[in-house]
């Protein structure tokens, strides 16, 4: 691998997040010398996470050196510490944004975190890589983290490393920091299922499009596939209107033919109820305004809704607006089983709420899904979205962790047999939790059901 140029690697800085994808150890042993270089020169703490330090003769050689105080920290994954602290994707986030604390502290601008990722199932890896990227987007816009991930391409599937090129904003192919077309916001990536298209081809165009002018051609011709072969809506619109691309994925949703688009304008196949709006967009986005993810009703030929959600730029030439580009996905369905969801959330409500006792729904790793009244009354959370998504726990004292996930245990070996716990509340008073198996909705989506009661 040839040395990562200066020039690439001088645009890297803190709240950047990158992808290396390399193929031998002694590729990410010369950038590692190169970000180290760029460390001592900028004043950031530089701390190496990697699977063994031993096949890694430069970093272990800073492992050696390396102590508290120390600008090269290296943690292994053979280091106890490694797995205290990556556990779970929470206490990843916490140790890193202690590091950073501890890097400023010291004296240190920023922290940059050279991570070698281990190997990803396919079959999970983009719920887990998406969001793994999701926790660390709030810590980066902060502006004191540099974070560079390492993936060795023989030992990652095709399918996650599409996933790894999803949810890193750059990308360090070869010798060049690239800047990726296809890279999505995480907290977008986790809400749905992305199919892939194939990764050479993806890693190909990629390449291309950051290549010498002299290939332009050849790159536009590889985007334009890329961009007719994506399942998402792409389009771009003219300051007057008028549609001046759409993918096939676009045409096939709205049920327009080629020869169609020429005669639309963008209002031409938006809802009614959603004109005014999405006027009040365009004149912004045409201004040059970020506007961030936006929601529209579009409306086909045959007069379907469809709901989209995406983001739109535009391209500005002068100060003077050129054309949008815009990328939409389509949430119909989505949409349809939120819906279905509030009415069951509803129906559920007014059963459960006919208890006095207090009643929680979680799922089997104990993270709440529903709680009636009287249990939100427990913690100082008082509406569903306070509880929602949160760990049991959340309701009682500190300590009660470890006696609510061995009783969830025990229940889940004892099949359909309840068991039941004793706690402290965050009131301080003893609790006694009795749960038992729930099915809501699809056979195969199991819940549990805790009904806490009151120890007098």
Request: aromatic share 6%; net charge negative; hydrophobic share 40%.
């Amino acid at each position: 691998m040839t040395t990562i140029q200066t020039e690439d690697l001088e645009s890297l800085g803190p709240g950047d997040h990158v992808a290396v994808l390399y193929q031998e150890n002694r590729e990410i042993e010369d950038l590692t010398r190169s970000i180290r270089d760029q460390c001592n020169r900028k004043g950031w703490r530089l701390l190496c996470i990697v699977r063994s330090p031993q096949e890694h003769p430069f970093i272990a050689k800073n492992a050696d050196m390396a102590g508290k105080d120390a600008q090269v920290l290296v943690i292994s994954h053979d280091d106890p510490l490694f797995h205290r602290n990556f556990a779970t994707t929470g206490s990843a986030h916490t140790y890193i944004r202690n590091e950073v604390k501890e890097a400023l502290s010291a004296g240190y601008s920023a922290l940059c975190i050279m991570r070698e990722v281990p190997p990803i199932a396919a079959r999970r890896s983009s719920q887990r890589l998406a969001s793994d990227m999701a926790g660390f987007d709030s810590i980066l816009s902060e502006g004191s983290l540099l974070l560079v991930c390492s993936y060795r391409m023989d030992v990652f599937s095709p399918p996650v490393l599409q996933d790894v090129l999803r949810t890193h904003p750059r990308i360090i192919i070869g010798n060049r920091v690239i800047e990726n077309l296809f890279y999505i916001h995480a907290a977008d990536a986790r809400r749905y299922n992305l199919p892939s298209l194939e990764l050479q081809h993806w890693l190909d165009t990629l390449r291309k499009i950051s290549s010498a002018r002299e290939a332009l051609a050849e790159s536009e011709d590889r985007f334009r596939d890329l961009l007719e072969n994506a399942n998402d809506l792409i389009q771009s619109v003219g300051p007057d209107g008028q549609f001046l691309y759409v993918n096939r994925a676009w045409r096939e949703t709205m049920e327009y033919s080629p020869e169609d688009i020429s005669r639309l304008t963008l209002f031409d196949i938006i809802d009614p109820s959603s004109i005014e709006h999405c006027q009040v967009l365009f004149a912004r986005v045409m201004a040059g305004e970020d506007v961030g993810r936006i929601e529209a009703t579009f409306r086909t030929r045959t007069g379907r809704k469809v709901y989209v959600e995406g983001r739109v730029n535009c391209h500005m030439v002068a100060g003077k607006p050129h054309y949008t580009r815009a990328i939409f996905r389509d949430v119909t369905d989505l949409k349809k089983e939120e819906k279905a969801r509030r009415e069951r959330e509803q129906v559920l409500d007014a059963v459960l709420n006919l208890t006095p006792h207090a009643t929680v729904v979680t799922t089997p790793d104990g993270i709440m899904l529903y709680a009636n009244k009287p249990a939100r009354s427990i913690a100082p959370m008082t509406d569903r979205e306070g509880v929602h998504g949160k760990p049991l726990w959340a309701l009682l004292s500190p300590g009660g962790e470890e006696t609510v996930r061995r009783s969830m245990v025990e229940l889940m070996d004892a099949g359909e047999q309840a068991t039941s716990c004793h706690v402290k509340g965050c009131d301080g008073r003893d609790w006694e939790i009795e749960w038992s198996r729930a099915r809501f909705g699809p056979k195969e989506a199991r819940y549990i059901m805790a009904v806490l009661r009151r120890v007098e």
